[in-house]
């Protein structure tokens, strides 16, 4: 089984900046696309950015041009920059990625276990 090991996260004053990292652990799989999930209290979890293998990026509108999602495939981890924070991307974020495990035959969703981001105004 592959588990993603979230890593970043913390608390930061509105302009700032934080780098979330996610890195996959284990053996006899490929990752597909990775993707970056949040959820604030009260909402649902919204999707944030997607980096295909690739290197193709999506991103929500509402981090266009703020946020930066990044991978290494080589280390098997993918990042997310985020920059000029504002209060309301504070959530717990989720790193996300399709896997297909070789061994087993088969692809599936991985989730990390989220990092909580907070920022302050």
């Known amino acids: 089984q592959v588990q993603l090991v979230e890593s970043g996260g913390g608390s930061v004053q509105a302009g700032g900046s934080l780098r979330l990292s996610c890195a996959a652990a284990g053996s006899g799989f490929s990752i597909y696309d990775m993707n970056w999930y949040r959820q604030a209290p009260g909402k649902q979890r919204e999707l944030v950015a997607r980096?295909?293998?690739?290197?193709?990026?999506n991103y929500a509108d509402s981090v266009k041009g703020r946020f930066t999602i990044s991978r290494d495939n080589a280390k098997n981890t993918v990042y997310l920059q985020m920059d000029s924070l504002k209060s309301e991307d504070t959530a717990v974020y989720y790193c996300?990625?399709?896997?297909?495990?070789?061994?087993?035959?088969?692809?599936?969703?991985?989730w990390g276990q989220g990092t909580q981001v907070t920022v302050s105004s």
């Open positions: 996300n990625a399709v896997i297909f495990h070789t061994l087993a035959g088969r692809g599936y969703d991985a």
């Open positions: 980096i295909t293998t690739t290197g193709t990026t």
